[in-house]
Structure formats: structure tokens, C-alpha cells
């Protein structure tokens, strides 16, 4: 049996699999800031099991409280695996919290579009790349207790026309990936509506919270730490809300907003 143990943002993570060269695979894909490190399997936060299943050639993915995942191919698993990391790190991480969310820095302040899965993060994490912002992250804005913003670069997951995901680095889109912490300047509860205009309205501070609120990680198992180190990123940043159409454009004038 092989096996893995990283830390990263105060998560520790292992993993085990009986394919050794599969494993050197995803060791290359570990989470951002990802450190390996010497430790025994009981005291992980979270355990991920890899193993074949032995009476076909598919392989079988279990860990943690996610459902088992059965028939993959080693590719398939692959996958599986560096997603559950993600998630793994983002519910054991104690001294952060995480959000899903967008993030870039523009001229030293952080700009974190809070929203779910498919909600259009990525497409306008993209444009604000490709307008020049510092890319943090497509799927997690971390912060720590002081309310700092941390960059989690995973490549960023562009979907096409027909829903194909292709994970593309800050650096093929001409862009900068971020290395250091800083203060959120702008949390950007953005809506794509196909045809629309940015047209903002600013947030007051409680609903700022709210909106990061709704979108944290461990929200309901911790939700007093979790509220208060959101509260001050609320009183650091400036909060709006809009529909927004055209991403390239909504960059363009975001960008704005932050330099004045």
C-alpha cells in the first residue's frame, strides 16, 4: 500500500493507494501550499482509500463522509481524488476559513465573488485575469481569522459549449498567480443574467457577512468563528450586488472600482 500524508492551511490529509505510479500522479496535483510531511494515518483529518476492485479492472474511491465512488478508470480516479483533496482541505482547515468563491488582488486588495458552483466564477474570474488582476482562485477564497485573503490557485475549471472542463493555469491566460495574503478590497455578489448591465447596489456590512456566510465551508458545525472572521472581512471590504451579462465587461468596471 502506498501512502501520502500533506498538510495544507492547517488541514493534514492522507492518502492511500495500491497503484504506486498513480499515486506520484496525484502527489503533482496536491492542493495549492500543499506540504508532505511524516505522519501516521490516524492522525488525519481526513483518510482517501484508492484501491482496485477486484473483480473487474475499475478502481473504487472512498474516504471521509463522501459517498464511495465505484467502476472508475485509473484516470477517473485520479480525478475523483484531487477533487475530495480539495474538499478535504477546505472542511478540516481550522485556523481558515473557506468560501466558495472566485478571488483575484487588484493593486493590493483582494476582489472575492462569493457564489456556488456553476454561478459563473470562473467566467469572470477569467476576464478579470485577462484584464490584468492577480489570479487567487475559481473555486475558494480563503481567509484567515484577520480576515486576510490567501491565494488557492488550483488551475482555473473553464467549461465549454458542450460542458467540457478544461483546467487552464493564470500564466496560459497571459496572466500573474498571487503568492502572498491580502486585504479584501471588494466582495462582488454578482448574478450572470444573459443581456444584462452591471448596475450595483452597495451592501452594508451585515449583508456582505451574509452573502460570504451563505457560501462558507463548516458555516453550520462553527458558525460563531466563522461569522466573526467574515464580519471582519465585511468591515474591510466594500460589498456589492448586481446582475451582470458580459464578463469581460463587469472586469473592466470592477477593476474601476477598486483603483478609486
Excluded at 490529509?13 to 505510479?21: A, F, K, L, P, S
Aim: charged share 20%; net charge negative.
Amino acid at each position: 500500500m502506498n501512502r501520502l500524508t500533506f498538510s495544507c492551511y492547517s488541514a493534514i490529509v492522507t492518502i492511500e493507494w495500491t497503484n504506486g505510479d498513480a499515486l506520484h500522479e496525484i502527489r503533482r496535483r496536491l492542493p495549492p501550499h500543499s506540504r508532505i510531511i511524516d505522519a501516521h494515518p490516524g492522525n488525519a483529518h481526513v483518510h482517501v482509500l484508492v484501491r482496485p476492485q477486484s473483480e473487474t479492472d475499475t478502481w473504487c474511491v472512498s474516504g471521509g463522509a463522501f459517498p464511495n465512488v465505484r467502476g472508475c478508470s485509473v484516470s477517473q480516479a485520479v480525478d475523483e481524488v484531487v477533487d475530495r483533496l480539495d474538499i478535504a482541505v477546505s472542511e478540516a482547515a481550522s485556523e481558515y476559513v473557506f468560501v466558495h468563491a472566485g478571488a483575484v488582488a487588484w493593486r493590493g486588495r483582494g476582489v472575492v465573488i462569493p457564489g456556488p458552483s456553476h454561478a459563473g466564477k470562473t467566467s469572470l474570474v477569467r476576464a478579470l485575469v485577462e484584464a490584468g488582476a492577480t489570479y487567487y482562485s475559481d473555486e475558494f477564497a480563503v481567509f484567515d481569522f484577520n480576515g486576510r485573503l490567501h491565494p488557492y490557485a488550483r488551475p482555473l475549471a473553464i467549461r465549454d459549449a458542450e460542458g467540457t472542463v478544461s483546467r487552464v493555469t493564470a500564466q496560459e491566460l497571459a496572466g500573474v498567480t498571487g503568492a502572498l495574503a491580502v486585504e479584501p478590497g471588494l466582495i462582488v455578489a454578482a448574478r450572470f443574467v444573459s443581456g444584462s448591465t452591471w448596475d450595483p447596489k452597495k451592501l452594508t456590512p451585515g449583508q456582505t457577512t451574509l452573502k460570504l456566510f451563505e457560501n462558507a465551508i463548516r458555516a453550520r458545525d462553527l458558525a460563531e468563528p466563522v461569522l466573526a472572521a467574515l464580519a471582519k472581512v465585511a468591515r474591510m471590504a466594500d460589498g456589492v450586488e448586481s446582475e451582470r451579462g458580459d464578463a469581460a465587461e463587469t472586469a473592466r468596471l470592477l477593476l474601476l472600482s477598486v483603483s478609486t
